[in-house]
Every structure is written in C-alpha cells, then in structure tokens.
C-alpha cells in the first residue's frame, strides 16, 4: 500500500509540474512550485517507510524550511528586484530594527 | 488491567492497516489537489485548490505514517514537520496572493469564471 | 522573563525529539546550541509577545480541535469543487470585519481563513480582512464571525478585552 501512495504522489508531482511549466502568471509559477515542494516533503517521508529507513524524515524537515524560505525569497526578489530590502514591522522601522 | 492489555496489543495489530489505509487516502487528496490546479481558470481560484493539498493531504498522510512509525523519535519528527506545515502553508499561500493582488492582478469574479472556462473550451 | 523560559523549554523538548541519542556529549552539545539559539533570538529582538506566545498556548489548544473540524469541512466542498465535472465556482471577494486589537489575534485569525480551504486571505487592513472565497454563498458577512470569536478568544482569552490599539 505504501508503493501505491508514492506512485500517486508521483503522479501528483507530475501534475503540478506541468501547472508550472504552461501558469500564465508568474504567480502560478511560484504557487505550483510552493505546492511542488509541500508534495516533496511528503514523497521524502513516504519514500523512508517504503524503503524501512523512517530517517529520511530529518531531510523532509529540512526540505520543508528551504521551501517556505524560497517561496519568500522569490516573492521578494520579484517585488522588490534585490534581496538587500529589510523586511521590518512598521512600528520598527524607525528603531534599530 | 487485562482489558488495558488487549486494547494494546489490538491496536498494535490493526496499526499497519490503518497506516497502509491512510497513506493512500492522502495522497489521492494531493492528486485531486493537482488536478484542481489545473482545471480552475484563474490563479486565486488555483489558490484554493493548492491548499487542498497544503491542508488535507498533509494531515492524512502524517497521521498515516505516525500509524506506521516504528519508534517513538519517528513520530515526534512527523509531528514537528506537521506543526511546521500548519505555520507555513497558510504564510506562503498569503504571501504569494498578496504579492499577485499588489501587482494588479484581478480575479474573476461571479461567473465571469465559468464563463471563460467555457469560452476556452 | 516567561518569554525566555518558555523558549528553552519548547527549544528543549525540540532537541529531544529530533534527537535519539542521548550520550552526555551529544546532550551538552545542545545544551550549547539552544543557548546559542536564545541569545541570537535575544539579540534580533524577538522575545517578545509575538516571538513566544506561551501565554496562547491553552486557548489555541483548545481553538485547534475545532479548526480542524472546519478545515475537514471546507476540504470536502472543494474537492467536489475539484472533480465535478461542470466547473460550478462562483469566486468573490469580500471584506470581512475582524474584532480582534491585537495583531496576534488578528494574524491567528487571518491564518486560519487561509488554512480552510476555499478561503484565502489577500490583504490585511487595520480592521477588516480582504478574503477572495470560491464560493460567494459560503462567504456572507456571518460566515467568520465564530472563527473570529474564537480566535480572538484563543488569544486574548484570559485577560479582559483591551480597549484600543495596542502593541
């Protein structure tokens, strides 16, 4: 049962990877490859218990953060054309930040 | 204290069949998902479809693995990678649909979203 | 003071649980690393209420249950959405007013319109929501007033409703 799921999920990522490569929008792009890497995280994980080695989840926790931390990056590289802009609370820009 | 005895040893018969249940359910929530991404005609209707997968299939799917985790270490990582989902997916689904709204970028409203669909096809 | 405890205290039971080996090296060597992790997140400033919410953690605990019940519900009406095989949708956007002062409450209730499916929230305002929903119906100008109620009693439960903006 569990080679059933990560063929569906295969399934699943091919699906989302032709959302990404034909989105009109460049928002469609980020959004297919967001929901591309929430879809890694739990191949990762299904992967490990496929193959008896549930230590494969350590590298699906550190591929959940590096997507959240991309998903941003992107964003604000396409907003504001750098990553040297400080992203800062209102209240606090006035302060040390 | 016997009754406490069986329960255990019944759960940890029926473990593997709730696990190898589950695994499955989710990850045809994450297919259904993918293919709402790719039906619905505009970028915040896919929005709706992409969190399908961002909410439902993760929890089935953990939930089905913590039924199949050999060690007690293996379920406390799926919950850390499930609370750590929770925290993020509804940030970057807000962020990217306020990046889209910032750059102009109207939806279609009412049946304006059907319409087109047919209009396309 | 409660701000950093309860930091080492979450940093502690994190550590535990991703561990699985507890040698007395291994244990001083994050023992070392959280307190190298509170004194950078002391340094950035972000001790504070929103950093550490400790206080929130019994009021979310109980919000959670009923979040999920909902998240259940909104899952089921878009994966119909999803696989009929007529496209049904009827997307609106609609500004929903938000109760909630304070800026935890009202990012707890803005996360949780995006965590049900069908429901996204867009932009956020001093006080009222911009929320794109696929189905008109299903977001009228009642539809979120018990999540927000509960959000902002998951927050600011315990403490009498304060008066004005703060924080």
Sequence with gaps: MIGVSVIAL?????????????GPTLYDQVLAVNSFGTKTVLLLGMLGFFMG???????AILYALINFVATIAVLKFVRYRSFQVTLVRKDRKKGEG | MEIWQDFVQGFEVLRPWFGGALCPLGATLAVIGSIGSLRFPDFYTRLHAASVTDTGAVTVMLVGMAFLSPH??????????????????????????????????????GAEATAEKIEVD | MGYVISLILALIGFWLGLSGHYTPLLLSLGGVSILLAVILSARLDILDREGAPYFAAFGIALYLPWLLREIFRANVEVIRACLRADLDINPALVKVKTKSDSDLAKTLFANSITLTPGTVT??????RLLVHALYEDAAG???????DERSCR????HRAKPKGPQS
């Design chain 1, 10 to 22: 295969t399934i699943a990522l091919a699906l989302t990877l032709l959302r990404a490569l034909m």
């Design chain 1, 53 to 59: 080695r549930p230590d494969f989840l350590d590298l």
């Design chain 2, 72 to 109: 007690w270490l293996v379920f406390s990582k799926l919950i850390v990678i499930w609370v750590f989902l929770f925290l993020t997916g509804p940030t970057a689904s807000h962020a990217i649909a306020n990046a889209a709204h910032t750059a102009g970028l109207q939806p279609l409203i």
């Design chain 3, 122 to 127: 867009i932009e956020v305002e001093p006080n």
């Design chain 3, 141 to 147: 100008p009642m539809a979120f007033a018990e999540m």
């Design chain 3, 154 to 157: 998951a927050i600011d439960g």
